[in-house]
């Protein structure tokens, strides 16, 4: 989307490492910021989400951070695993408004065994 | 219970016909959505519709219109598909279009030949 933009569009890392995707956005108006992942043939689904009124979120292996000054926000996923394979997508939002999501590019994460 | 269907979920067609892509959602969301996935895996937004308005995505063709009997359904209807229509189209609701989670149907595959 021409509001966000993510990097990088591929990444491979092995099984047990972190895996770190970063989006940037440029209306400083937005403050909602999910993340979905897409598995092979399905459609997206939200893993996690942050709004601007908090600077880091944390679920079990998946955290997101956010960098309001920057308007960057990142999605880290430690200790990764086989099925955490997916295309995975960003998005940002202004809540309250009538403008609608915007999701980043995607990137396909592969976790080699 | 699926909570966002779609059918069929693999539509094959010669280019010229018209046809309809049905969705349906059971959360009682005011918002739904439908995106077009290409190859690349870009999500790209067609229309967001409630009881209220619809928003119109402006680069999407006049070919393209969304049809909601009620709130629990936005069907898509194409007219006259072309090749580069061929592509993944998902059906998606919220509650809250800017700044909550949206669920995604499975998707429908879309081939024009």
């Known amino acids: 989307g021409e509001n966000v933009e993510q990097h990088p569009s591929t990444l491979s890392v092995q099984e047990g490492d972190s895996a770190v995707i970063k989006c940037t956005y440029s209306?400083?108006?937005?403050?909602?910021f999910p993340w979905y992942k897409q598995e092979l043939g399905k459609g997206p689904q939200l893993i996690i989400d942050?709004?601007?009124?908090?600077g880091e979120k944390k679920d079990q292996r998946i955290a997101v951070t956010l960098n309001k000054t920057a308007k960057h926000f990142s999605l880290h996923i430690t200790e990764t695993q086989p099925e955490d394979s997916a295309v995975y997508f960003c998005?940002?939002?202004?809540?309250?408004?009538?403008?609608?999501?915007?999701f980043g590019s995607g990137t396909q994460l592969t976790v080699l065994p | 219970d699926t909570a966002v269907s779609q059918t069929p979920k693999y539509l094959v067609t010669q280019m010229g016909n018209d046809k309809s892509i049905k969705c349906e959602q059971n959360?009682?969301?005011?918002?739904m959505y439908w995106y077009k996935q290409d190859s690349k895996k870009f999500l790209k937004i067609m229309f967001s519709?409630?009881?209220?308005?619809?928003?119109i995505n402006e680069t999407v063709p006049n070919r393209f219109s969304p049809k909601s009997p009620d709130k629990a359904h936005l069907n898509l209807h194409i007219n006259s598909l072309e090749l580069g229509d061929s592509a993944v189209y998902f059906c998606?609701?919220?509650?809250?279009?800017?700044?909550?989670?949206?669920?995604f149907g499975p998707g429908t595959r879309l081939t024009v030949l």
């Open positions: 519709y409630n009881n209220k308005e619809l928003i």
């Open positions: 942050i709004r601007s009124n908090v």
């Open positions: 209306d400083s108006a937005s403050n909602y």
């Open positions: 998005a940002e939002g202004e809540s309250g408004s009538a403008r609608q999501l915007t």
């Open positions: 998606a609701s919220s509650q809250d279009p800017a700044s909550d989670t949206q669920y």
């Open positions: 959360l009682g969301h005011d918002t």
